[in-house]
């Protein structure tokens, strides 16, 4: 995937999330929960799309071959998070009025982060094993004529 490819991706990842969010906080606290949101509503958007941005940009890193993998997903997940909480405080997505619940948000962000990371993870080794077993599918044709 080209970087513009990756951008827009990351614009439409955050986009998708943002609505995702504000329509289950909806069902679950009704206007209320949305007051916060159209108060500064294209902060927050400009909020999402930067965040969604931010965790796709360094998938690029996996490209890189001279780094390994633990370099790889670290500078991956390093970049992302940063750019996540400092979004996250400028925005009060994250509440300051008690460091219980402001660690415990976001441990559940690093956890949500680290979900997501396997998932795509699990889903690139099935696409591997594919590949890998048309390669040895075609190589045996091929060796057969």
């Known amino acids: ?74 500078s991956h997940f390093f970049i992302a998070i940063s750019i996540f909480i400092v979004v996250a405080f400028t925005l009060k997505w994250i509440p300051t009025f008690s460091i219980k619940i402001t660690i415990l948000l976001l441990l559940f962000s690093v956890l949500l982060f680290v979900l997501v990371w396997l998932l795509f993870y699990l889903h690139s080794q099935s696409e591997v094993k594919k590949m890998k077993k048309k390669i040895i599918e075609y190589t045996d044709i091929g060796n057969n004529q």
């Open 1 to 74: 995937m080209n970087i513009f490819k990756s951008i827009g991706f990351g614009i439409s990842m955050g986009c998708t999330v943002f609505v995702t969010v504000n329509l289950i906080g909806y069902w679950i606290n009704g206007d209320l929960f949305l007051e916060a949101v159209m108060s500064n509503f294209p902060q927050q958007v400009l909020g999402s799309v930067i965040v969604g941005i931010a965790c796709i940009l360094p998938s690029h890193f996996y490209r890189i071959e001279r780094l390994t993998f633990l370099q790889q997903s670290a």
